[in-house]
T-cell receptor, first 109, second 115 residues
């Protein structure tokens, strides 16, 4: 079963705009990760945020984590056509890692 | 490093046939994971190994599925007999450290179609 649930399921924006994706989860976690998947390819790790962190940056990516609400957001600033992909959050449990259903992002040139 | 290598990239087989998927993890990584991805169920963890030892296979759907890791550089996922509902993309991933479930490196996947 899936732990993280992304919202929205699909997002379409123009190049240059910001894209925000959200992830909610149910149980306590040690960390939360975001991955990207291009069509027909494997997942690529983007960023990891630990449960004691509230915000993390990596280039044009900004991730926030609110453990009280059991939610995280991924912000991609100044989006590019090459950012078109599916984005997944993944949360850890004791002996498992659960991926959400993903947000399909389309960035139009 | 070449990254995680999976073979074959595509497999088409008929119901009832045995299917073997192969994975070579990144050298030096102690953890290896097998995932299955479908539109209906998303990405599911099937099984993972630590130092060639299976740790948790609770995600393996049925006894038709089996996985082995005979050495640190090779793992197989076998389906026998295969069924149409096994059609999916199977990913292998490796990680240098799974404590706290840190970054995993995914292979390109094997797209399996069972007719």
């Amino acid at each position: 079963s899936q732990q993280g649930e992304e919202d929205p399921q699909a997002l379409s924006i123009q190049e240059g705009e910001n894209a925000t994706m959200n992830c909610s989860y149910k149980t306590s976690i040690n960390n939360l990760q975001w991955y990207r998947q291009n069509s027909g390819r494997g997942l690529v790790h983007l960023i990891l945020i630990r449960s004691n962190e509230r915000e993390k940056h990596s280039g044009r990516l900004r991730v926030t984590l609110d453990t009280s609400k059991k939610s995280s957001s991924l912000l991609i600033t100044a989006s590019r056509a090459a950012d078109t992909a599916s984005y997944f959050c993944a949360t850890d449990e004791v002996d498992d890692m659960r991926f959400g259903a993903g947000t399909r992002l389309t960035v139009k040139p | 490093d070449a990254g995680v290598i999976q073979s074959p990239r595509h497999e088409v087989t008929e119901m009832g046939q045995e299917v073997t998927l192969r994975c070579k993890p990144i050298s030096g990584h102690d953890y290896l994971f097998w995932y299955r991805q479908t539109m209906m169920r998303g990405l599911e963890l099937l099984i993972y190994f630590n130092n060639n030892v299976p740790i948790d296979d609770s995600g393996m759907p049925e006894d038709r599925f089996s996985a082995k890791m005979p050495n640190a550089s090779f793992s197989t996922l076998k389906i026998q007999p295969s069924e149409p509902r096994d059609s999916a993309v199977y990913f292998c991933a490796s990680s240098p450290l799974a404590g706290g479930w840190n970054e995993q490196f995914f292979g390109p996947g094997t797209r399996l179609t069972v007719l």
